[in-house]
Structures are given as C-alpha cells and as structure tokens.
C-alpha cells in the first residue's frame, strides 16, 4: 500500500501546475531588481534575476531554487499573485528550460 501511495505522490508531482510570480527589490546604487520565481508543487524550482541600472541597461541570471543577490533589499517592496504557466507556454521561459527543468 505504502509503495502505491509513494507512486501516486510521484506521479501527481511530475503532472503539477508550474505558477510564476514576481517581486521587485531595491539594488543600490539607483538600480532595482525584478525577481521572477517558478514554483512547482509549492516549492520554488527556478529565480529569475533581472537587475537594471539607473540607464536602463540590465543583465538577466538564472538560478535554480530560491536565490536572493547580495545587495539586495531584506524585502521585497512590490510583489505580485503567482499565476498558472500553461502549459504550452512553459518553453518559452527560459529559466525552466536552461536549467532543464521542464
């Protein structure tokens, strides 16, 4: 029973709903950075980082789980809802396919 159980657990998590959701966090000097967090079966699985400059220019990292850039701000100071990926869009997202998640 425990094994049957253990395979539904299993299976049901490969088949979840992958959700996106933002948060925008103060890097000093005049910079900010947009952080883009992929969750699965709530657990954060992928951190988009995309930190731009006073002149807009801005450089985008990919990380796999949580990830925070030192010199961040501690809180986030704009945060929005995750919403569901679909899922004929998820290849269009870069960091589930870089880091070979989907």
Known sequence: MKVLLLFFSLNS??????????ESRAHPPYS??????????????CTKV???NKFDQC???????TFIKEG???EAFDKKAAVIINPTSLKKHKCLTQ????
């Not at 450089?59 to 789980?65: D, L, N, Q």
């Not at 880091?99 to 989907?102: F, Q, S, W």
């Open 72 to 74: 961040d701000g501690e």
């Open 13 to 22: 998590l490969a088949f979840a709903d992958i959700s996106i959701r933002t």
């Open 59 to 65: 450089s985008i990292e990919y990380h796999a789980g």
């Open 32 to 45: 900010g950075s947009n952080y883009f967090i992929y969750e699965k079966a709530n657990k954060v699985i």
């Open 50 to 52: 995309e930190t731009c």
């Open 99 to 102: 880091l070979k998640l989907i």
